[in-house]
Every structure is written in structure tokens, then in C-alpha cells.
């Protein structure tokens, strides 16, 4: 049994089947053969996955950021944040990485972050000097800094997936995802000066006053819906149905850049990417029901205590995996696969799981823009048309930093909990 719930699904997933199906085909092959369990198990279990209010957030969130993306926010975003960045060395660069972070937290979509803020600054990006290898790698690993700073629908996953709470998983995001932003600047900094590049204006108080007015309405969506749920006024499902009242009112009514019938494609197209979020959960929720029931996750935790090994060396083969996992996987799928089996052994060594959330969804982010599979390459090719043998040696020094923020986020737990003490 142990065997085909191991190979059966690196089968599947070689021959190139949607990860559900590898999923609920596993586990109807282990119902069928090798257990004493009536099929109907397997509605009950699908079924009672995505029975949870939390994940009601899911479909409102993805709306909210869908519609806040295509309503015109992110040219507002890009032209506030230059107009901070001013001619400071690499300005325009840094701006990318700012704006993804600024959008991160209004979206949550890193996919959409790279669509969206590359389409704005590629050209100016290589017209101010930057070569196609740098400006390419540099749009499509900013964008998964989105996964990391709140709301972020990873986040909702994970906290579903381990029983955390969600509000404390998206206040633990903000430092990490600020931290990597950090280090992203400082190596845009000493590319930038080592080139000799200073792009943008001179810093003018009139032009931040004109950009924050023209922006005030973008930059007020996460600080209302996400303040209400820090203080505990609004629960994470609640905010997201605010945001999606907010995004309708500013895009359609403020900003007027979209028509009701935008509106309602960006409708259609959330209703569709919601199925297959939610279809993964329940598929996942089964496979994680066999999982439990067959003892695996007790016998993983009891296996690594027998080796006695030191807790950081455990962190360095879950890292290694999870990376490994990400190249490979989209980040949902694989939250809700592996959370079951790598947070209790997580738990066994002392982490805590809130901070073990955020150690996976950087981990997943990395895979997000990694070869040979991760979503914003796709994407990245797609929007600046820029071939893979450049893409990909343009993306590995961009790898490297968010590595390295990694060993950091991974050791340093402060870092990630230190804001959740002032939340209950």
C-alpha cells in the first residue's frame, strides 16, 4: 500500500495529469484494493473539505484582486512608488520590485503581478539601460513576492491545511515579505551603480503629493480590509467580502476604468479559477484523510526523532524539498499535499506552525519563478516574449537572494512572529 501511494502518483504526475486527478485516482486505487472502506468514504471526505467557512474567503479574495488589477491600480501604484524612488541609483528597478510588493498586498496573485507590472515597466526598463537578461529576470521573481505579503490565498490554504488562523498567518507575512523586498533593492542597488544607471526624477514633495492622491484610493484597499482583521474587527472571510465591495466601488465608480460588463468577466473568470482551487482542496483532503488514517504522518514524525538529528538539519531537507516540490508544482497543490505530512514532523522539532506556514509559502514562491516549471516563467514569456536562454540565467542571481532571505526567515523565527504578539 505504502508503495502505491508513493509511486502512483510520480507516475501520473510524469505522464502529465492535472494534479486532482492524480489525487483522487490514488486514493480510489487504495479504497478499491486495499482497504475495507465503502466508496461512498470518498464523496464524504471531498465533500466535507470544502465545507469550511474560511475557504469562503478564497473565491472573494481572488475576485477582489482580479478586478483591482485590471481596474487600473497598478500604472496609479508604479507612478507612486517612482515618484518615492526619485533618482536614487536603480530607481526604476527598485520601483518594480516596490510596486509588486504594494500590488502583492492588494492582489495576492503573483501571476498577476508579473502581468500587470511588467507590462508598465519592461520597456522603460530596457530603455534606460538595463539588458533584456536583467529587466526579464527581474519582473518575473518580483511578482512572487505577492505570495508572501498579505492576503495571500497560499496563506488561506496552508491555514486551513494545518488549522491555524489565517489572520495570524497574514500579519506573520509582512516582515518576510518586506525582508525579501529588502534584499532584492540592495542587489538592484550595487547592479545599478555598477553600471552606472541613474534613472527618474528629481524627488519632489508636489509630485508624491499629486501620485498619492491619484493612488490614495489603491493603497486604501489593503489597509482597510486587512486593519479591520488585525484588529479584530472583521474575520478573514468577512474582509474579503469587503474588498470585494471596495474593488466595485473604486474601480467602477473612483477610478472608472472598467464597465459593468468588465466587471462581470472578471466575474466568469474568478468563478473559474475559484473551481480549481477548490476541487484540489477536496481531491487533497482526501488523499490527506488516507494519509492519516494509514498512519503515515505518525510514522514520518517517529522515524526522523529516531535519527536524533539536530532540528536545523530537518529544516535544510524540508527546505531542500520544498524547492525541489515548487519547481515542479503550483504552490496551492502543493500546500495542501504536503501540508499534512510536513507540518506535524515541523511541530515534532519545536517550530512553530504559524512560522512553518510562512517557511513554506516563501519556499512555494521560489518555485514560482524556478525552471523549469514555475508559473511566472510562463507568464513572462508570454508578456515580454523573452527566450528562455535568456530568461533563465537572468533569473538565477534573483534565485540566489530569495535563497538566501530564505536561510534567514527559515532561522530567525522572530522575523515572521514578532508582529502576531500584538494580535489575538
Known sequence: MA???????????????????????????????????????????????????????????????????????????????????????????????????????????SAAAVAAIGQLLYGPLREK???????????????????????????????YSAEQSITHLFIAGILPGMFIALLMGAYIYVFAARRGIREGEKFSWRRLGRTTRAAAWALGAPVIVLGGMYAGIVSPTEAAGIACVYAIVITRYVYRDISWKGIWDVAISSMYLTSQVLIIVAAAGVFSWLLTVSGVPQSLVQFIESLEVEPWMVLVVINLLLLAVGCLLDPGSAILVLTPLL???????????????????????????????GINIFVAQAVFRTPLSVLYPGLAPFIGVNILALVVITYVPQLSLVLTRFVQ
Do not use: C
Not at 489525487?23 to 486495499?34: E, H, P, R
Not at 530607481?91 to 492588494?106: H, K, P
Not at 527581474?138 to 495571500?152: E, N, V
Not at 515534532?348 to 516549471?373: E, K, Q, R, Y
Open 129 to 159: 539601460g538595463y539588458d533584456e537578461r536583467f529587466t526579464s529576470g527581474l519582473l518575473t521573481s518580483s511578482g512572487a513576492i505577492a505570495l508572501i505579503i498579505p492576503p495571500s490565498i497560499i496563506m488561506i490554504l496552508y491555514g
Open 343 to 373: 507540518a506535524p514532523i515541523a511541530k515534532a522539532i519545536g517550530v512553530d506552525l504559524v512560522h512553518f506556514g510562512i517557511i513554506m509559502t516563501v519556499n512555494l514562491s521560489i518555485g514560482m519563478f524556478t525552471p523549469p516549471f
Open 3 to 109: 508503495w502505491i501511494m508513493t509511486v502512483l502518483p510520480i507516475v501520473l504526475l510524469l505522464l502529465g495529469f492535472p494534479i486532482f486527478i492524480i489525487l483522487l485516482a490514488t486514493a480510489t486505487v487504495l479504497l478499491v484494493g486495499f482497504m475495507n472502506v465503502p466508496l461512498t468514504q470518498l464523496h464524504l471526505v471531498m465533500f466535507g473539505s470544502i465545507d469550511k467557512f474560511a475557504l469562503l474567503s478564497v473565491p472573494f479574495f481572488i475576485f477582489a484582486g482580479d478586478l483591482m488589477g485590471r481596474g487600473g491600480l497598478s500604472k496609479r501604484l508604479v507612478e507612486w512608488v517612482l515618484s518615492i524612488m526619485g533618482r536614487t541609483q536603480g530607481s526604476l528597478a527598485l520601483t518594480a520590485v516596490g510596486a509588486n510588493t504594494v500590488f502583492g498586498a492588494i492582489s495576492g496573485s
